[in-house]
DNA sequence: AGGTAGCGAGAGCACTGCTCTCGTTTCCCA
DNA sequence: TGGGAAACGAGAGCAGTGCTCTCGCTACCT
């Protein structure tokens, strides 16, 4: 049926195989050091011929970054699928903690992700759909706890008028769409939770905290017990 | 008095110098761009003469990481300390969107203060006290706070034993120590307010938020009332 | 069957961090 | 008041980088 001709087929591979060596490269020294060349040296191929499939090491990069939040959307959409229906608390804790699993299993990945962006990089249009993966499955348990009609912990008297225009893309993003009190509350889930991921994969706890695995459960229970969900 | 000679005083002259223009290299270029080369060239002198005074690309990146650790640690200092002592929220408002204006006004900086680590780079000791500035400062309103007799939002039943361990180098960073639960809420609020700053800056927010400034604020409000702050 | 487009290889450009050597200058101490 | 030693700046050079251009070749489409 896909009736590839030869030349079709044999970039696709090789694009894959691109893919694959870089993946490789940039797994064990990190997104800094990929190198073209070195991508091509391991293929055995001219580093120019590399250029036939990614214009440049930018691109290339890019790629990575699109594979890498598919990869981190997956792992959190299954770890949450997992989980009954009903009990919105496993819910969001199996959905936190496979965000930080997953960012502690590919450090590197993680960091090309929600790190500083490379020099003058800006992520192009086709990196968001993907980006937002995983961070649509928190906010469809903090949907669902408002379809349940539960009510996050108590915050300032009120949202303030340019606040709830300022949210409509984040509330809007499930049906129904959120109440500004849960687009507040499931952002700052949101935040800290890759805030604290990345200050202990970045090495910013060092000197406060003594047990990662520890403070980071605490963090989520506290979390959870903030979005209202139980 | 200090009776410097005359090499010792040239020395520390064009280290401030070579300093100087790595910091603007690295305000316009990011990290990432920062050059030994292009720094001897800005100087006028041969790019090995560099290498006197850094011993490598790195100890300047890390010199400028110091400075901007401090920097940063100053203008959250200053700002908070403009507030009367016994308005806990205003000096938790001052120092967060201290926080914030800082690295809106110098993301490369902050980037590489709280961005991915550079390729293999591990952060020498000696950054380590400036970079706990900051978040000394939160801490200090937290710990007034709980001297002052509040109580932050509720959270779980109780705090893990494992836990109240794991916390102790932070809780101990103020004198009173920090209660467990005082302690989870105040590297919640740090860990939520420099999530929420990265993913401003690294543009993660982008489809998510419309106004910056309004979320920021709200964001703050509400950590402050989880923070139990009035 | 022939023109076109995709392909891989190689050379080359401009740049990087870093090292080594070489003559010169400054300092310290005997 | 000399040295001798250490610090210094310049330049050349090494190994590496991203990327471009040109060259022959081959598969494809019309």
Redesign the pocket.
Known sequence: MTAQ????T??AE?TRDILASAAAQLAETGPAA?????VARDL??????V???FP???ALLTALLVDAFDDLGAAVEDAEARVRRGDLRRRWRAAAHAVRDWAREHPHEYALAYGSPVPGYAAPTDTVEPAMRAARVVLGVVADAQAAGRSPAAGPSRVARGEKAALEPVASLVDPPLSPAYAVRGLMAWSALLGHVSLELFGHLHNGVLDYDEHFATLVDQLAADLGLR
């Open positions: 001709t030869a030349r079709a044999a970039r090789l990929l190198s073209v060349r070195a055995g191929m001219a580093s120019s011929a250029y036939r499939y440049s090491r930018d």
